[in-house]
């Protein structure tokens, strides 16, 4: 058994151990400092760079997919913004307050896969930005002729997480500090048959739209350097 499969053995125990006493160590905060000065339609500009809103937003989940989506997530943002050259880009944003593992963050995966789409396989990807590198992540969404090629990152607390077992380490951290995290769902895509294309102007879309938030609030985006 090699070093690597004793330390995630060793985080395993010590999960289960956190479940066991989470009955006496109940969370006493969820950052509501933080939702309280959290608004996403001010936080994201309506134009920034070569990008403006788009009065016709294109359609990007059913009713009942987002009224489930509503009960989850304290705030969402859609938006699809076009450039000059009439490219579009579709912007998702979804808040949640409280990422206990009750409330937690539906991945576009879950998401896209629960409207009938069939999902390729996850590629996790860095996107390089001024501010530092985020750990992201691609797939491809296809149904019928629709062809969805997706960016996205995931927010818990103050850290980017790449997959399903980096957000659990996060949410442990958290519960060791009597804390419930918040949590953010930063999602790209547009509709296009040319895929490699797309995950480039959708990685341009997302410097320039970092680069518009207000400086004291960009960290809410984009997670914290330090971890």
Not at 36 to 43: P, Q
Not at 129 to 158: C, F, H, M, Q, S
């Amino acid at each position: 058994m090699n070093t690597i499969i004793l330390r995630n053995l060793a985080i395993f125990i010590a999960m289960l151990i956190a479940v066991g006493i989470s009955f006496y160590l109940k969370p006493s905060s969820k950052l509501e400092h933080k939702a309280s000065a959290i608004s996403l339609d001010e936080l994201i500009p309506k134009s920034f760079g070569d990008w403006k809103e788009d009065p016709i937003p294109m359609p990007m989940v059913s009713p009942d997919v987002k009224a489930a989506l509503d009960k989850v997530y304290a705030q969402t943002l859609s938006r699809t913004y076009v450039n000059a050259e009439g490219e579009r880009i579709m912007l998702s944003i979804a808040y949640g307050q409280d990422q206990s593992d009750s409330l937690a963050i539906h991945l576009p995966e879950g998401c896209y896969q629960g409207q009938g789409f069939a999902v390729g396989k996850k590629e996790l990807h860095v996107l390089n930005t001024p501010y530092g590198d985020i750990p992201a992540a691609k797939l491809l969404a296809t149904k019928g002729l629709r062809n969805e090629p997706i960016t996205y990152w995931v927010i818990i607390g103050d850290k980017v997480v790449s997959t399903a077992w980096d957000m659990k380490k996060v949410k442990f951290e958290y519960t060791l500090r009597h804390e419930v995290p918040d949590g953010f769902l930063i999602r790209i895509s547009n509709i296009t048959s040319q895929t490699k294309d797309a995950y480039v102007l959708q990685e341009e879309f997302a410097k320039k739209m970092i680069s518009s938030i207000a400086p004291d609030k960009r960290q809410l985006l984009i997670g914290s350097k330090d971890q």
